[in-house]
């Protein structure tokens, strides 16, 4: 099979050929129909030897949606032919953390003593979904999708489900009264912005420096949309201040000046990792009962619900789909902040149609 794979550190992946893999025990092999692509991949790839305790080469996708083709010999055959999107984050499911729900922090998954990160599931350690074909460990992952396409449900694997974490998370701060900012109106944004509309938050102020981003944000519901922070300041002040702010971009222009934007008692979401800063302290300068929290990911629960929010039409990813043999290319403009929405590679005819194909010739 085709699969695009990273094999040095540091390096754009490549489209090469590689065995497609054979379900044993629990697992279950999909057809990949869909593949989601994500900033954290570009770090991946740009880390040095010894960041990640990840043998290369490597296959990538951690956005994925998929057909089940064939199970291993424990594995339940009733899933297949099953649609599904699978949960990227492969917990041990015993340690506390997971007998708690909270999988997504997982024991198994903490960075090694020395440093490295820990595999985490496909595409993070694991072989991904940007190939023809991927492995999934169990059912345990899988999220079967109903009536919603592949490329509509591969983005809710990261991008919805770590936005319906975040705002989850913070519950306690959302509700009709909620001054929420949303800085970043990409991938995980307008997915966001979309689930606190649904939560009923009407007072939602966007942040992006791209034009076509601000106007999606305005179609998606934000009362206002700006190119920076500071251009947002007075629009949020004059709302009282932000109870929440949903940092996507994390980067050093907007860490530091969206904290200063928080109402007393507001909480500063740091999702994105582009390597901003903030010091913390009671002596700051910043307001009376502030908070911080860094989310990662989510658990299985928080992706149900964003399937079942896209099921109902109440959650929808703007998508641009590619083939497989173009993946290199639109990481690249995945780099360059170029594309809006979520890039979504879809790999060639599936496997059962060629079958067909075939057969009626």
Same mark, same amino acid.
């Given at each position: 099979?085709?699969?695009?794979?990273?094999?040095?550190?540091?390096?754009?992946?490549?489209?090469?050929?590689?065995?497609?893999?054979?379900?044993?025990?629990?697992?279950?092999?999909?057809?990949?129909?869909?593949?989601?692509?994500?900033?954290?991949?570009?770090?991946?790839?740009?880390?040095?030897?010894?960041?990640?305790?990840?043998?290369?080469?490597?296959?990538?996708?951690?956005?994925?949606?998929?057909?089940?083709?064939?199970?291993?010999?424990?594995?339940?055959?009733?899933?297949?032919?099953?649609?599904?999107?699978?949960?990227?984050?492969?917990?041990?499911?015993?340690?506390?953390?997971?007998?708690?729900?909270?999988?997504?922090?997982?024991?198994?998954?903490?960075?090694?003593?020395?440093?490295?990160?820990?595999?985490?599931?496909?595409?993070?350690?694991?072989?991904?979904?940007?190939?023809?074909?991927?492995?999934?460990?169990?059912?345990? &992952?899988? @999220?079967? +999708? %109903?009536? $919603?396409? #592949?490329?509509?449900?591969?983005? =809710?694997?990261?991008? !919805?489900? *770590?936005?319906?974490?975040?705002?989850?998370?913070?519950?306690?701060?959302?509700?009709?009264?909620?001054?929420? &900012?949303? @800085?970043? +109106? %990409?991938? $995980?944004? #307008?997915?966001?912005?979309?689930? =606190?509309?649904?939560? !009923?938050? *009407?007072?939602?102020?966007?942040?992006?420096?791209?034009?076509?981003?601000?106007?999606?944000?305005?179609?998606?519901?934000?009362?206002?949309?700006?190119?920076?922070?500071?251009?947002?300041?007075?629009?949020?002040?004059?709302? !009282?201040?932000?109870?929440?702010?949903?940092?996507?971009?994390?980067?050093?222009?907007?860490?530091?000046?969206?904290?200063?934007?928080?109402?007393?008692?507001?909480?500063?979401?740091?999702?994105?990792?582009?390597?901003?800063?903030?010091?913390?302290?009671?002596?700051?300068?910043?307001?009376?009962?502030?908070?911080?929290?860094?989310?990662?990911?989510?658990?299985?629960?928080?992706?149900?619900?964003?399937?079942?929010?896209?099921?109902?039409?109440?959650?929808?990813?703007?998508?641009?789909?590619?083939?497989?043999?173009?993946?290199?290319?639109?990481?690249?403009?995945?780099?360059?902040?170029?594309?809006?929405?979520?890039?979504?590679?879809?790999?060639?005819?599936?496997?059962?149609?060629?079958?067909?194909?075939?057969?009626?010739?």
């Amino acid at each position: 099979m085709l699969a695009v794979q990273l094999t040095a550190w540091g390096e754009s992946p490549q489209l090469r050929e590689v065995p497609t893999p054979e379900p044993t025990g629990d697992e279950l092999l999909l057809e990949v129909g869909a593949v989601g692509l994500c900033r954290s991949d570009l770090h991946v790839m740009d880390a040095g030897a010894g960041r990640f305790d990840y043998t290369l080469p490597l296959t990538l996708g951690h956005e994925v949606a998929g057909t089940v083709v064939a199970v291993g010999s424990s594995a339940d055959e009733a899933w297949v032919g099953e649609s599904a999107v699978v949960h990227g984050i492969w917990s041990c499911r015993r340690c506390r953390n997971c007998l708690r729900g909270r999988e997504n922090y997982c024991l198994r998954l903490a960075p090694h003593a020395d440093g490295r990160l820990a595999r985490i599931g496909n595409g993070l350690g694991h072989p991904g979904g940007l190939a023809e074909f991927m492995l999934v460990p169990s059912a345990d &992952v899988l @999220v079967p +999708i %109903g009536s $919603l396409s #592949h490329a509509e449900a591969a983005p =809710l694997a990261d991008a !919805g489900l *770590t936005a319906c974490h975040a705002i989850r998370t913070n519950a306690d701060l959302v509700d009709e009264h909620t001054v929420a &900012v949303v @800085v970043g +109106i %990409g991938g $995980l944004g #307008h997915l966001a912005l979309q689930i =606190l509309r649904e939560l !009923g938050v *009407t007072r939602i102020v966007a942040v992006d420096t791209r034009a076509e981003s601000l106007d999606l944000a305005l179609t998606l519901g934000a009362l206002s949309s700006h190119p920076t922070l500071d251009d947002a300041t007075s629009a949020i002040r004059a709302l !009282g201040g932000a109870d929440l702010v949903f940092d996507f971009a994390g980067a050093p222009t907007t860490v530091g000046p969206a904290a200063r934007l928080l109402a007393p008692g507001g909480r500063m979401v740091m999702v994105g990792s582009g390597g901003g800063r903030l010091t913390i302290g009671k002596d700051v300068g910043l307001v009376n009962g502030w908070q911080v929290n860094a989310p990662f990911w989510g658990t299985r629960a928080d992706l149900e619900a964003v399937v079942d929010l896209a099921t109902r039409g109440r959650l929808h990813a703007e998508t641009a789909t590619y083939p497989l043999s173009e993946a290199a290319d639109v990481y690249r403009l995945l780099r360059t902040g170029s594309i809006a929405g979520r890039a979504v590679i879809t790999p060639s005819t599936p496997q059962h149609q060629r079958i067909e194909k075939e057969t009626a010739q």
